[in-house]
């Protein structure tokens, strides 16, 4: 069945335009690898996705800022009035009962505190119960800590119960009972205001900067690929950046609130007005733009570039353009031009027999395209090992894509086997074997323009019914990047098609007539 005079003949006959086109396409994946992975392409997606991610951390900042505000003020408000209305109480009992009032003040400030703090109990617990929190849950803790971090309540033994957490940041921590004598003034909300700003800075920021915490932000982001590198180099686990950003935005949102209750409009209402000056502060970059343009950006900063560029766009596309060249020339060649040119009966008169020219053909069609292949997976394992950029692609992966392209042109180049057997005159093989193959190459390119591999802002859905008449969609790179098994059934039928075609073409060739 195999003829070695005529496999020598063949690679004899097409060796040159082989040795040309294997080494342009090397040569091409050498520059695209080696340019891209060595280029601005990491660059580029690294500052957009840490564009995103740091809008979206100073986001997270300034809004827990504004709500950690909000939520002690209120608290401090309601153990003012707490204060007040159980101090009038106790002074006015303990004036009746003979006291002086030197002594009737000292033990109405001392019942009144008391009683202040046991009812921060209370309305803690409402608080977390309106917004549906477990008391065990980490956004109550949130809630419980920031009403008596900063508040920081005097204890029976004469200490501060979260000193300590004050000290270790190098901060003066707070003394709210030193302020409980303005609560009978005019004027004090104010002071208060900014003693909550102040100590709810420090509240956040010290909360922020401790190692759990920066740990389990790591692990939200560990798909971004953010380390601990880089989320110093962004400033959010430095104590002062942290603390000084919260104030920035509180001195904002209260400059803001203010202007906003002096002028409200009709319909407005405090708590309105508040969600949404804290929803317009504490918008990051992502939130900032349109829809459309802000999913494109994430789709940027989360796409691997690199392995869309070399998987979708070379092996895909440009780099199967010269071994389609190749293989439309090599395969009408192989048979339809040698019948055409009058050779085919010398090789028959020679006693070959058809069989043996079909199955020796396709062989040397199937081995040179094979070779080709191997030389090209060879030279992008090399570029890779050369490379230095952030991507999933590995050296499994990327001998996948190889083979992924080779079980492509093995079904093309049946396809033009088919062909060139089935047909007397080259230019009819060339025509209906090369104009369809083709055909995919320039329907694939079409195809990219609305297939997901391109973010959502320049993509044309509607380009993405070519994908659906194109042989080469069923090489799926995006489901070998992404470690899932698609692609294997999609290989399936490139190899079933195949095997289809050179069967179908050598019993062709076998029953027609031959103009010998």
């Known amino acids: 069945?195999?003829?070695?005079?005529?496999?020598?003949?063949?690679?004899?006959?097409?060796?040159?335009?082989?040795?040309?086109?294997?080494?342009?396409?090397?040569?091409?994946?050498?520059?695209?690898?080696?340019?891209?992975?060595?280029?601005?392409?990491?660059?580029?997606?690294?500052?957009?996705?840490?564009?995103?991610?740091?809008?979206?951390?100073?986001?997270?900042?300034?809004?827990?800022?504004?709500?950690?505000?909000?939520?002690?003020?209120?608290?401090?408000?309601?153990?003012?009035?707490?204060?007040?209305?159980?101090?009038?109480?106790?002074?006015?009992?303990?004036?009746?009962?003979?006291?002086?009032?030197?002594?009737?003040?000292?033990?109405?400030?001392?019942?009144?505190?008391?009683?202040?703090?046991?009812?921060?109990?209370?309305?803690?617990?409402?608080?977390?119960?309106?917004?549906?929190?477990?008391?065990?849950?980490?956004?109550?803790?949130?809630?419980?800590?920031?009403?008596?971090?900063?508040?920081?309540?005097?204890?029976?033994?004469?200490?501060?119960?979260?000193?300590?957490?004050?000290?270790?940041?190098?901060?003066?921590?707070?003394?709210?009972?030193?302020?409980?004598?303005?609560?009978?003034?005019?004027?004090?909300?104010?002071?208060?205001?900014?003693?909550?700003?102040?100590?709810?800075?420090?509240?956040?920021?010290?909360?922020?900067?401790?190692?759990?915490?920066?740990?389990?932000?790591?692990?939200?982001?560990?798909?971004?690929?953010?380390?601990?590198?880089?989320?110093?180099?962004?400033?959010?686990?430095?104590?002062?950046?942290?603390?000084?950003?919260?104030?920035?935005?509180?001195v904002n949102y209260r400059a803001n609130l203010a202007y906003r209750l002096e002028n409200i409009k009709d319909g407005e209402t405090t708590e309105s007005i508040k969600a949404e000056i804290i929803g317009n502060l504490s918008g990051g970059l992502l939130s900032a733009l349109p829809k459309d343009m802000s999913d494109a950006l994430q789709e940027i900063g989360q796409a691997d570039l690199y392995g869309a560029l070399i998987g979708s766009v070379f092996f895909k596309m440009a780099g199967l353009l010269l071994p389609i060249i190749y293989m439309i020339m090599a395969s009408n060649a192989l048979i339809a031009g040698q019948v055409d040119s009058g050779s085919m009966a010398y090789i028959l008169s020679s006693g070959t027999k058809r069989k043996e020219v079909t199955f020796t053909q396709a062989a040397y069609l199937i081995s040179s395209i094979l070779v080709m292949f191997i030389l090209t997976t060879v030279t992008s394992m090399i570029c890779f090992a050369a490379v230095d950029v952030a991507t999933e692609l590995t050296y499994g992966k990327l001998a996948l894509i190889n083979l992924g392209a080779f079980f492509v042109m093995f079904a093309m180049s049946g396809i033009c086997f088919l062909a060139s057997c089935c047909f007397n005159r080259s230019k009819h093989s060339m025509a209906l074997g090369g104009g369809l193959n083709m055909f995919f190459l320039v329907a694939t390119m079409l195809g990219l323009f609305g297939s997901p591999v391109l973010p959502s802002i320049i993509r044309m859905e509607a380009l993405n019914a070519f994908n659906y008449v194109s042989i080469i969609s069923l090489f799926d790179v995006v489901s070998i990047l992404e470690g899932t098994t698609a692609f294997i059934w999609k290989w399936a039928i490139l190899i079933v098609v195949g095997i289809v075609c050179y069967i179908a073409g050598s019993l062709r060739f076998k029953k027609k007539d031959l103009p010998l």
């Open 1 to 250: 069945m195999f003829s070695k005079s005529l496999f020598k003949q063949s690679c004899k006959a097409n060796g040159i335009m082989w040795i040309i086109i294997t080494a342009a396409v090397c040569f091409m994946l050498c520059c695209v690898m080696l340019i891209s992975g060595n280029g601005n392409l990491g660059e580029t997606k690294a500052v957009v996705e840490d564009a995103i991610i740091k809008g979206e951390l100073d986001s997270q900042i300034q809004g827990r800022a504004m709500n950690y505000y909000e939520l002690a003020n209120g608290a401090l408000e309601r153990f003012d009035e707490k204060f007040k209305e159980k101090y009038v109480a106790v002074y006015a009992q303990a004036l009746q009962s003979g006291k002086s009032e030197a002594e009737a003040k000292q033990l109405a400030s001392v019942s009144a505190y008391s009683a202040a703090a046991e009812d921060m109990q209370v309305y803690y617990a409402s608080v977390i119960a309106a917004k549906g929190y477990a008391e065990d849950s980490q956004e109550a803790q949130e809630i419980k800590g920031v009403m008596f971090y900063i508040l920081n309540p005097l204890q029976a033994d004469g200490t501060y119960m979260f000193d300590s957490f004050y000290k270790e940041l190098g901060e003066e921590a707070p003394r709210y009972d030193a302020l409980l004598p303005t609560v009978f003034e005019e004027g004090h909300k104010e002071e208060r205001e900014k003693y909550v700003m102040a100590n709810g800075s420090v509240f956040l920021a010290g909360n922020m900067v401790k190692e759990e915490n920066i740990q389990a932000v790591l692990d939200i982001l560990s798909d971004y690929g953010i380390t601990m590198e880089k989320y110093e180099e962004f400033g959010f686990s430095d104590y002062g950046n942290v603390k000084q950003k919260s104030l920035e935005v509180l």
